[in-house]
């Protein structure tokens, strides 16, 4: 690892977020990390390596920024409050030498809308914001097809939905959305009190591996997704009800799961993510 990159601690945090007037909002999930030790495990679970390109979402104040410029890769920060993306490289200037500044690119857009970014990053790492991680994380894997792993810190519940595999009580449409992109699984959890200010809930790391190949094209996503939403709209119903408005009817849909080799009587719950894709394609 680089030795010229000095990382944030609680100190520094506070007298950056006092600098900037910045007060830790809830509406933008804002949880900052204080703790270096966090920061190293996050890039180490990430597996990042020298000359990677990574993209980070939701910098903030630039604790997990640093850690990957220690790790000597290169980052794509994407910040949507204006003071925190001006600040960053700034910050960056002035914790690490002059090549890691170097390798620093922020851009000041919201994460939901961004279509582009430089340089083709092959990981995600970040510390996603509680209200809106998995939408996030599904746009990015949607529009980014260069990025073939990563880890991200979440809200212990949504890590769990995300990771969760079918018949398990969290297994939802955020963990099929997910797997049509790749295979996830839990990689530990992370303490409250890493975080400025604490935060009410438990936070986890989950870990991705994309497919080396995505199951289908836009369109067979597209259904795929729109079934999956109907699935688990009304979870408790069997399949050939909860589908029965978006294929037709009852009748419609039963026969479609059948030609899916899937139980009319099943229920979304059940299925895995190449169940619902065979769906998509009996409804062709």
């Given at each position: 690892?680089?030795?010229?990159?000095?990382?944030?601690?609680p100190?520094e945090i506070?007298?950056l977020?006092?600098?900037l007037?910045?007060?830790?909002t809830k509406k933008?999930?804002?949880?900052f990390?204080i703790?270096?030790?966090?920061?190293?495990?996050?890039?180490r679970?990430?597996?990042?390596e020298?000359?990677?390109?990574?993209v980070e979402?939701?910098?903030?104040l630039?604790?997990?920024t640093l850690g990957?410029l220690?790790a000597?890769?290169?980052?794509v920060a994407v910040?949507?409050d204006?003071?925190l993306?001006?600040q960053?490289?700034?910050?960056?200037?002035?914790?690490?030498?002059?090549?890691?500044?170097?390798?620093?690119?922020?851009?000041h857009q919201?994460?939901?809308?961004?279509?582009?970014?430089p340089g083709?990053p092959?990981?995600?790492v970040?510390?996603?914001?509680y209200n809106?991680s998995?939408?996030?994380?599904?746009?990015?894997?949607?529009h980014f097809a260069?990025i073939r792993a990563?880890?991200?810190?979440v809200?212990?519940?949504?890590?769990?939905?995300?990771?969760?595999?079918?018949?398990?009580?969290?297994?939802?449409?955020?963990?099929?959305?997910?797997?049509?992109y790749?295979s996830?699984?839990t990689?530990g959890?992370?303490?409250?009190q890493?975080?400025?200010?604490?935060p009410?809930?438990?936070?986890?790391?989950?870990?991705?591996?994309?497919?080396?190949a995505e199951?289908?094209?836009?369109?067979?996503?597209r259904?795929?997704f729109e079934?999956v939403d109907?699935?688990?709209?009304?979870r408790?119903?069997?399949?050939?009800?909860?589908l029965?408005v978006?294929l037709?009817d009852?009748?419609?849909a039963?026969a479609v799961?059948?030609?899916?080799?899937v139980?009319?009587t099943s229920?979304?719950?059940?299925?895995a993510?190449a169940d619902?894709i065979?769906?998509?394609?009996?409804?062709q």
């Open positions: 690892m680089s030795s010229q990159v000095k990382l944030l601690g100190a506070r007298d977020a006092e600098l007037g910045v007060t830790p933008l999930g804002q949880n990390v703790d270096a030790n966090t920061v190293r495990r996050i890039v679970v990430a597996g990042v020298a000359g990677d390109s990574v979402i939701g910098p903030g630039g604790s997990l990957l220690e000597e890769a290169s980052v910040e949507i204006g003071r993306a001006e960053l490289p700034m910050t960056v200037g002035v914790q690490a030498d002059a090549p890691a500044a170097g390798r620093l690119t922020v851009m919201d994460a939901l809308r961004v279509t582009e970014l083709q092959s990981r995600l970040a510390n996603l914001p809106i998995v939408p996030v994380l599904l746009h990015f894997l949607e260069s990563g880890v991200v810190m809200q212990s519940e949504v890590g769990q939905r995300v990771a969760a595999e079918p018949g398990s009580k969290v297994y939802g449409a955020p963990s099929v959305k997910a797997a049509w790749g996830w699984r990689a959890q992370v303490s409250r890493v975080f400025w200010p604490v009410n809930v438990d936070s986890i790391l989950i870990a991705f591996q994309r497919h080396a199951p289908g094209d836009e369109a067979l996503r259904r795929t079934i109907a699935a688990f709209q009304q408790r119903k069997m399949l050939r009800q909860s029965s978006l037709g009852s009748a419609t039963s799961l059948t030609r899916a080799g139980e009319p229920r979304g719950e059940q299925l993510v619902f065979a769906i998509a394609r009996a409804a």
